[in-house]
C-alpha cells in the first residue's frame, strides 16, 4: 500500500501543479473533508473542495509548489512546501505550508493543510 500511497500523492500534486480543481477532486473520496487551518471552515464533499481549490489559484495564479519533506505510510502522507507564485493583487507569495493528508481506498479522505497565516496575511494583504 505504501507504493499505491506514494503514487497516490504524485498524481494529487500533479493535479495542484496544474491548477487543476476537477483532477483535484476526482481524486477525493465522495465525503472528502479538505481543511485549511487558516481560519476557514473545511470544506466537505467534491464540490466544496473544488471550490476551495479554484479559490486557492484565483488569489494566486501562478501558484508553485517546492517539496521540502515528504513521509509516506500505509494511508497517509505528510509534506512540507514552500509555496511561491504572485497574489493576484501583484504582490509576492513565499508561504511555507504542511499537509497531512489520509487516504482512503486508493483516494484522499482528508487533507489538512497548515500555512504560516503571518507571511500568507502579508503576501495577500
Known sequence: MTTA????????HACWADRDPDRIV???TADSVFHLH????????????RGAAAGT????????FRELSLRVGE???VVRW???GTSATGRDVCVD?????????GA???????????????ALG
Request: net charge negative.
Open 82 to 84: 514552500q509555496l511561491t
Open 57 to 64: 489559484f484565483a488569489l494566486v495564479p501562478d501558484l508553485t
Open 75 to 77: 494511508d497517509f502522507w
Open 5 to 12: 500511497t506514494r503514487e497516490l500523492f504524485e498524481r494529487y
Open 26 to 28: 476526482a481524486l477525493h
Open 108 to 122: 484522499v479522505k482528508e487533507k489538512h493543510s497548515y500555512v504560516d497565516g503571518v507571511a500568507m496575511q502579508a
Open 38 to 49: 487558516s481560519g476557514q471552515e473545511p470544506a466537505r464533499g467534491r464540490a466544496a473542495i
Open 97 to 105: 505550508l504542511a499537509d497531512f493528508v489520509l487516504v482512503e481506498d
